[in-house]
């Protein structure tokens, strides 16, 4: 499964953006995938979660009610709208694939992840 992210800009705060993760491989639909960011100089961190089938997902608490993950199997992508930005969003988003990634409450685990998209960047100006 090789991942791509793409949607990132500058916007400013109180803005919106919509990430998108594009896969390929047969094998998409049956992976968990994640949104994890990285700002200049910080760990790189949790932002969200979604299960294989959509079903499930789970929020970073800074992120919760202003982000929203979903996804389209059929079209081997998963989406993170952006909502409320505010300039401690910016950072390089990278969305991350794995198996029982949720059913293994792991989903804030980044070596949990098998694969991993190249990231693209968010700036949210104030």
């Known amino acids: 499964v090789q991942l791509q992210a793409s949607g990132g800009g500058l916007v400013q705060a109180g803005g919106s953006l919509r990430l998108s993760c594009i896969a390929s491989?047969?094998?998409?639909?049956?992976?968990?995938t994640g949104w994890f960011r990285q700002a200049p100089g910080k760990e790189r961190e949790f932002v969200a979660a979604?299960?294989?089938?959509?079903?499930?997902?789970v929020y970073a608490e800074v992120v919760k009610g202003r982000f929203t993950i979903s996804r389209d199997n059929a079209k081997k992508t998963v989406h993170l709208q952006m909502n409320s930005l505010k300039p401690e969003d910016t950072a390089v988003y990278y969305c991350?694939?794995?198996?029982?990634?949720?059913?293994?409450?792991?989903?804030?685990?980044?070596?949990?992840?098998?694969?991993w998209g190249q990231g693209t960047q968010v700036t949210v100006s104030s």
């Open positions: 991350a694939g794995g198996r029982n990634i949720m059913s293994n409450s792991a989903w804030n685990i980044r070596r949990e992840y098998d694969y």
């Open positions: 979604i299960n294989w089938s959509g079903g499930s997902t």
């Open positions: 491989g047969r094998a998409f639909s049956s992976y968990d």
